[in-house]
């Protein structure tokens, strides 16, 4: 057997040798995003509105070692309940291989892995960006960073909206990397349906973001990304007064507990979630659905779209 990194599971590779559409999953949304038992539901439920969307689903991962790019069903298992699973950026991916340990990966990570394989299209909730402290702290996710300098197109409901939203849209500026709006003007807000600022762009259908990701191609600019930013139906969103007041709350508590780096941003979800009586999950879960189900719908126009 050919030992390629990533490690690709043969539904996926055939899909990509065919030139059928496929579609990028991250996994820290499962094992540090969502609490237990929603998180494994939820895994399995995005591969289902992939394959319903006619493409092939391809969760990525590390485990014992392997970078992987599509599990089965026993793999999906184990990141929805092992205990003690690394959070894995893309600076982290070279040291669990050589340590041979397992974890989930981030945008930042999953991107990476995915585009290696030749996956073009990822569906995720909210994307990592400059966090509200920035100015003391430095904090920014690792997510920008990477897909400043990789081609693959990024279906989410914006940034989390736990982050400095105007820095992050600006961050994301100054590294050229695409930002659409799907159907809508304005930025969607992650939990809320808009984050209130708006976008240069805006598509309308996914035959227009295979145009567009072809026009990437032609230019030479594909060797960034494309983020497309799918608001939550408002009928989903969590309410933004509760939101607002809850989410100071949660940056308080992490404040005054001493959470940093990689800790933050589970912790703060958590919070959301046990804060708003599970409020904020549902427009968690509400939003990673409509963007897996809009990721699809785009690997296949992409897959039809001439070069
Ligand atoms: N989207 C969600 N829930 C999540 C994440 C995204 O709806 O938990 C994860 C992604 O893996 C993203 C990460 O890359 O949070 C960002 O973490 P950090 O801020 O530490 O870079
Ligand atoms: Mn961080």
Known sequence: MVNTVPRLSAEVREALDQGRPV??????????????????????????????????????????????????????????????????????????????????TTVSATAHLAARAGVRVFATGGLGGVHRDWVSDQDESADLGLLAHTGITVVCAGVKSILDVPATLQRLETLSVAVVGYRTAEFPGFYLTTSGLPVDWTLQSPEQAARLMRAQEALGT??????????????????????????????????????????VTPFLLAHLVEHTGGASLRANLAAVRGNTALAARIAVAYAATPA
């Not at 539901?41 to 969760?59: K, N, S, Y």
């Not at 060797?223 to 139906?233: C, F, K, T």
């Open 222 to 263: 594909d060797h960034s990304a494309l983020i497309v930013g799918n608001p939550v139906p408002p009928e989903q969103q969590l309410d933004p007064a509760l939101h607002d007041r809850v989410l100071a709350e949660a940056l308080d508590a992490a404040r005054r507990a001493g959470v940093t780096g990689q800790a």
């Open 23 to 104: 579609v990028a999953l991250e996994s820290t949304i499962i094992s540090h995003g969502l609490p237990r038992p929603d998180n494994l539901r939820l895994a399995f439920e995005l591969e289902e509105i992939v394959r319903d969307g006619g493409a092939v689903p391809a969760t990525v991962a590390v485990l014992d070692g392997v970078a992987r790019v599509g599990l089965g069903k026993e793999e999906l298992e184990r990141l929805g309940t092992e205990d003690g699973l690394r959070k894995l950026g893309v600076r982290d991916l070279a040291p669990a291989l050589a340590l041979g340990v397992s974890g989930a």
